[in-house]
């Protein structure tokens, strides 16, 4: 038996199992991101419309209460701080709505060059 040639045959064997437990991982893992996708997408969607809601809640309310500040002082006063109160309100708002796409997008796997 030669020993270069038996050399050459184990490297050859090696060579091919080593691209069939690559190409085997490979699969799995695609198999495993297709199965969590769903999960992972369904979840992102909750917590992303919760994010959205909770926001546009807290944003709708606090720039009710600015108008309110802003009408209910009397000479003038009210006007600056109620116009600061709404917009604490909708930038607490937007904040939420950014956050929301946020968790969607990571729940549905999107990249951030999409």
């Given at each position: 038996m030669d020993p270069q040639k038996t050399?050459?045959?184990?490297?050859?064997?090696?060579?091919?199992a080593t691209e069939q437990a690559s190409s085997?991982?490979?699969?799995?893992?695609?198999?495993?991101?297709g199965a969590a996708k769903?999960?992972?997408s369904t979840l992102g969607n909750t917590l992303g419309g919760v994010a959205n809601t909770v926001g546009g809640t807290v944003g709708a309310a606090t720039r009710g209460l600015g108008e309110t500040v802003s009408s209910a002082v009397p000479g003038g006063m009210g006007k600056p701080v109620g116009d600061a109160v709404s917009n604490i309100g909708?930038?607490?708002e937007r904040g939420a709505k950014e956050?929301?796409?946020?968790?969607k997008d990571a729940g549905e796997m999107k990249g951030s060059e999409q």
């Amino acid at each position: 038996m030669d020993p270069q040639k038996t050399s050459k045959k184990a490297q050859e064997t090696m060579g091919e199992a080593t691209e069939q437990a690559s190409s085997t991982a490979s699969g799995m893992t695609d198999t495993l991101a297709g199965a969590a996708k769903p999960v992972t997408s369904t979840l992102g969607n909750t917590l992303g419309g919760v994010a959205n809601t909770v926001g546009g809640t807290v944003g709708a309310a606090t720039r009710g209460l600015g108008e309110t500040v802003s009408s209910a002082v009397p000479g003038g006063m009210g006007k600056p701080v109620g116009d600061a109160v709404s917009n604490i309100g909708s930038g607490v708002e937007r904040g939420a709505k950014e956050i929301g796409k946020g968790v969607k997008d990571a729940g549905e796997m999107k990249g951030s060059e999409q």
